[in-house]
Each structure stands twice: as C-alpha cells, then as structure tokens.
Nanobody, 121 residues
Framework: QVQLVESGGGLVQPGGSLRLSCVAS????????MGWYRQAPGKQRELVAA???????NYADSVKGRFTISRDSAKNTVYLQMNSLKPEDTAVYYC???????????????WGQGTQVTVSS
C-alpha cells in the first residue's frame, strides 16, 4: 500500500504565501516524478508543477515566478512554495507521485486526498 498525505493548505489573503507538503509512504521502491495538480470548482484538474528524480521542474504558465516546487528524495516528500497568491489560485491541491512499488512492477501514479487552498480577503 502507498499513501500520499498533503498538508499546509488553508485560507490566505491575496498577496500572501503558503507552503504545501506531501509525504509518500508505504511500499515504495523508487519515485520518478512528483507533482502538484489543482482543481477549482467547475473546472478540470490541471497541472501546477512537477519535479523529476533529477530535479528538473515544470510549471504551469499561470504560476511561473510565483510558485516553487522542491523535493526531498530521502524523505519521499515534495513541497510547493506558493507566493504572491491570487484569488484565482483558490482550489483543492492534489499531490501525485509516479512510482514503483518493486523493481519489476511498472510505474504507477498515486494521488493524495487533496488540501484546500483559499485565497480571499
């Protein structure tokens, strides 16, 4: 069994900052990519940022220059530092990991349960 648990969401005023964390635990052999997606009410889930095992990163255009994704591979943890938050960043943020549970199983994607981020004055 693999679990991804997010933390760090909450209510913040426009222009403020939040830091999300996501820890992967359980039967994990290796993790390739870890990332963050978000889903606002009435909208599709979208990629926010992703980071590979080699620390290459990818960001949605809407968050470039404001959000930073990082990773502690020793702790199977991924972070999302969110600065200069805007009301349009309001969404449920989901962590995901593309990982192997053993050396011979294919890579599978796992998801966390999501954490709410609300940007409002």
């Amino acid at each position: 069994q693999v679990q991804l648990v997010e933390s760090g969401g909450g209510l913040v005023q426009p222009g403020g900052s939040l830091r999300l964390s996501c820890v992967a635990s359980g039967s994990i052999f290796s993790i390739n990519v870890m990332g963050w997606y978000r889903q606002a009410p009435g909208k599709q889930r979208e990629l926010v940022a992703a980071i590979t095992s080699g620390s290459s990163t990818n960001y949605a255009d809407s968050v470039k220059g404001r959000f930073t994704i990082s990773r502690d591979s020793a702790k199977n943890t991924v972070y999302l530092q969110m600065n200069s938050l805007k009301p349009e960043d309001t969404a449920v943020y989901y962590c995901n990991a593309d990982l192997r549970t053993t050396s011979y199983r294919p890579v599978q994607r796992y998801w966390g349960q999501g954490t709410q981020v609300t940007v409002s004055s």
